[in-house]
């Protein structure tokens, strides 16, 4: 099993955040599926102030390109995506087109 940190940031808008929460109250299953199917085992979002830092636990199928690849088929997701939109924005290092970023692990105890 492998692990990922990723971040992301809102709109820094409190309505706007309260409402991108509420989506991930109870997400559409087709996003479930989308996730799961892909290889990734456990998924968890945490928010401080608008910066979004996301773990995923992947087995070993899972790769970013193949999830990339299956995410541009599925219309579904790319509804999701295109909403989701409204209320994320790049961090800074992010590169253009690019929303969540791969974190660098600096420390491990």
Known sequence: MSRY????DLVDDPQ?????????ETIWP????????QGITNMEI?????RLFMIMEV???????????ADSA???VQ????????????IPAAKPGEKWVIMDKIFQL
């Open 46 to 50: 945490y928010r401080a102030g608008n």
């Open 74 to 76: 599925n219309p579904k």
């Open 79 to 90: 509804e999701w995506e295109q909403l989701m939109w409204k209320y994320q924005q790049a």
């Open 16 to 24: 706007l955040i309260a409402e991108y929460e509420k989506y991930h």
């Open 59 to 69: 087995d070993e199928m899972f790769s970013f390109e193949k999830k990339s690849a």
């Open 5 to 8: 940190a990723l971040a992301l």
């Open 30 to 37: 087709e996003i479930h599926e989308s996730i799961t199917s």
